[in-house]
């Protein structure tokens, strides 16, 4: 079992930038695929951005493309989502999301751990 903790939501304008973390503490961090998805209000769950084993390749959704920036440190088992240009539109709960998989995934259901989630509020 690998758990995940996020934080670094809040209320933020728009045009502001934020960043979040997802520590995964006693996990062999490296071996996982990391991902991030956010559920706005009344909304499905959104694949964001995921970054592979090895921290050399990423890939983000259309909608954040440009604006984000997913990274990850193995060596303190965290995750980053760095968000720049923030719209109202980016409201949504953050999930951070863990799985094996060494392809690309972007559907939640290949990811096999998540955590609870943390809100990020952009207002107008």
């Known amino acids: 079992q690998v758990q995940l903790v996020e934080s670094g939501g809040g209320l933020l304008q728009a045009g502001g930038s934020l960043r979040l973390s997802c520590v995964a503490p006693?996990?062999?961090?490296?071996?996982?695929?990391m991902g991030w998805f956010r559920q706005p209000p009344g909304k499905e769950r959104d694949f964001v951005a995921t970054i592979a084993w090895t921290s050399d390749v990423s890939y983000h959704a259309d909608s954040v493309k440009g604006r984000s920036t997913i990274s990850r440190d193995n060596a303190k088992n965290t995750v980053y989502l760095q968000m720049n240009s923030l719209k109202p539109e980016d409201t949504a709960l953050y999930y951070c999301?863990?799985?094996?998989?060494?392809?690309?995934?972007?559907?939640?259901?290949?990811?096999?751990?998540w955590g609870q989630g943390t809100q990020v509020t952009v207002s107008s």
């Open positions: 999301a863990a799985t094996t998989r060494s392809t690309l995934a972007t559907r939640s259901l290949l990811y096999d751990y």
């Open positions: 006693g996990a062999t961090f490296s071996r996982y695929r």
